[in-house]
């Protein structure tokens, strides 16, 4: 058994343990509590650092990171189709890989443990395993003609197959028909029994921004512009996005609904009584300019909600404790109350709350004998963390994804002191040359 030692150790579903040892054996924890009170085994003294579940990130695209600063100050329709065409150009399966390989260290260098992630590549299956990492790559379809379904849903059967033998205990497998300005109602539809029938996770961005509330209320806007330059019949699909979805059958398998920005208290009580969860983006949301989604409401109406910071390519980092700081400090700014979203609840938000998002409470999200012992440290050492009397306090209005001393997952150590051991060599040389070659395709176009 090995003995992991700390100022304090923050279980999230208790209360915090002043000078408290988390015991793991075999993967599992074992003990969690006071360090007087542990059973014998080897020793690993932290020194003062906060231990705390590991940090679940609900929405990520791990094969973007490549893309970090090559997509500022565009519009959101500027901003996908800028995307859409670089990558299809330059970045091939070997760069998309090394690009989800580099997300995966910089997750695990942030105290992250777990990551959902929604990508067409599926590359990140691969890079999940390679890292020891524990995630669900969400593979996408795409499809806003009706009459592409049946040929879209034939490719995202191809990949379920493909996909689905790389599947581990910490590497797991879901679908996601990408928004609603890129996929048809008829494919939504087909999607939401394909996950049905194969008992896969779904998930969905919507309710994301202003254009696509236009483009499904009613057919304006750039998006609907962009269908109707292809020749598609544009028609409003739905007083909402999340009404369209409703309307659709999309919402019954209960998906992750990523973003959930611009929804109401009509689009509230649709997520609530179809049971769906919301992988909500502070950051991502700000920096495009999309808003502030409506976090307290949705809580409050008894939607389980979890942390994502989307991709790089629009946060450009991923710290799920600014995710957090931000979603406590923006809910207080937009309601005028300072009590809204405490820090504890920011906390669960990071933790816990991810993990019921992702249906993965019985095994990660709290510090508790018998879950798998992914850990997270972070030290108190640092000036803005000094002094401290509430760890949690100082998790989320003091530290960052800097402040991390240690990543575990299932009982094996992934990054110590700053150093993630499974980082792959020439890395970061091979993502930087790929970034240059994006570089360069932008100044050609």
């Known amino acids: 058994m090995n003995r992991y030692h700390a100022r304090w150790v923050v279980p999230v579903t208790a209360p915090p343990i002043a000078d408290g040892t988390v015991v793991e054996h075999d993967g599992r924890i074992t003990f969690v509590g006071r360090r007087v009170d542990a059973p014998p085994g080897a020793d690993h003294d932290l020194g003062n650092v906060v231990l705390v579940p590991g940090l679940v990130n609900t929405h990520a695209h791990l094969d973007l990171s490549v893309m970090r600063g090559f997509l500022e100050d565009l519009t959101f329709p500027e901003w996908i189709r800028t995307l859409t065409r670089a990558r299809r150009a330059v970045l091939d399966p070997d760069a998309l890989l090394d690009s989800a390989r580099l997300s995966l260290v910089e997750a695990v260098r942030a105290g992250i443990t777990t990551v959902a992630e929604t990508s067409a590549s599926g590359v990140a299956m691969a890079a999940f395993r390679e890292a020891g990492v524990r995630g669900i790559t969400y593979q996408e379809v795409f499809g806003p003609d009706p009459g592409q379904c049946d040929d879209a849903v034939r490719d995202l059967r191809g990949h379920v197959d493909r996909l689905r033998a790389l599947e581990t205990p910490l590497a797991r497998l879901g679908i996601s028909p990408h928004a609603p300005y890129s996929v048809s109602d008829r494919l939504f539809a087909a999607s939401a029994r394909l996950a049905l029938d194969e008992r896969l996770p779904m998930a969905i961005h919507i309710a994301e921004s202003a254009d696509e ?14 269908q109707r330059d292809r020749g598609f019949d544009m028609r409003p699909r739905g007083r909402s996005p999340v009404a369209m979805l409703h309307a659709a059958g999309a919402l019954a398998p209960g998906p992750l609904l990523i973003h959930c920005v611009r929804v109401d208290a009509g689009d509230i009580a649709l997520i609530a009584a179809a049971g769906c969860t919301v992988a909500h983006c502070p950051a991502a949301n700000a920096k495009l300019g999309h808003g502030i989604a409506p976090l307290s409401e949705l809580l409050g109406a008894g939607i389980t909600v979890g942390l994502g910071s989307d991709s790089v390519a629009g946060n450009n980092r991923m710290d799920l404790l600014e995710e957090a700081r931000l979603a406590a400090l923006l809910q207080r700014a ?8 405490s820090a504890a609840e920011a906390l669960e938000l990071a933790t816990i709350g991810g993990a019921r998002a992702l249906g993965l409470e019985s095994e990660i999200g709290s510090l508790e004998p018998g879950k798998a012992a992914d850990l997270a440290a972070f030290s108190l050492e640092a000036v803005p963390a000094t002094p401290t009397t509430d760890p949690i306090t100082a998790l989320i209005f003091s530290l960052s994804a800097r402040d991390a001393v240690l990543t575990m997952v299932a009982g094996e150590p992934r990054m110590i002191e700053g150093r993630v051991l499974a980082e792959p060599a020439g890395l970061r040389d091979r993502v930087q040359r790929a970034a240059e070659r994006l570089a360069g395709w932008r100044v050609a176009n």
């Not at 509330?213 to 962009?226: H, K, L, M, N, Q």
């Open 334 to 341: 937009r309601s005028g109350d300072p009590l809204r979203i």
């Open 213 to 226: 509330e236009r483009y499904v209320a009613t057919a304006t806007g750039d998006f609907a512009d962009s």
